[in-house]
């Protein structure tokens, strides 16, 4: 397994921006594709992102789309997000999460994410 840790969060107002970053340890990184997902208060936890093994392909959730990039550096061995144009319903503990299959295709279900983070709180008020 690799082991992630989530950095970047905080109070933003509605229509700022933060940028989140996830800092992996163990495994190679490039072996992983990355995700984020993201859980409110009382909500199941949703997908938000995620990426590519090599970064070439990205995957976002609807609620998300446009105005949220993913990305990452394999050198770094961070994935990153991105959050522009922040509501207040995107209140949430952010999780980082490494994908279990190589194979992975942009399956949005958390089950196919064996690795996570402790998670990164953001707030974003109104």
């Known amino acids: 397994q690799v082991q992630l840790v989530e950095s970047g969060g905080g109070l933003v107002q509605a229509g700022g921006s933060r940028r989140l970053s996830c800092a992996a340890s163990?495994?190679?990184?490039?072996?992983?594709?990355m995700g984020w997902f993201r859980q409110a208060p009382g909500k199941e936890r949703e997908f938000v992102a995620a990426?590519?093994?090599?970064?070439?392909?990205?995957y976002y959730a609807d609620s998300v789309k446009g105005r949220f990039t993913i990305s990452r550096d394999n050198a770094k061995y961070t994935v990153y997000l991105q959050m522009n144009s922040l509501k207040p319903e995107d209140t949430a503990v952010y999780y980082c999460a490494a994908a279990d299959s190589i194979y992975y295709s942009g399956s949005y279900d958390k089950g196919d994410f064996g690795s996570w983070g402790r998670g990164t709180q953001v707030t974003v008020s109104s």
């Open positions: 990426v590519s093994r090599g970064g070439g392909r990205t």
């Open positions: 163990g495994r190679t990184f490039s072996n992983y594709a």
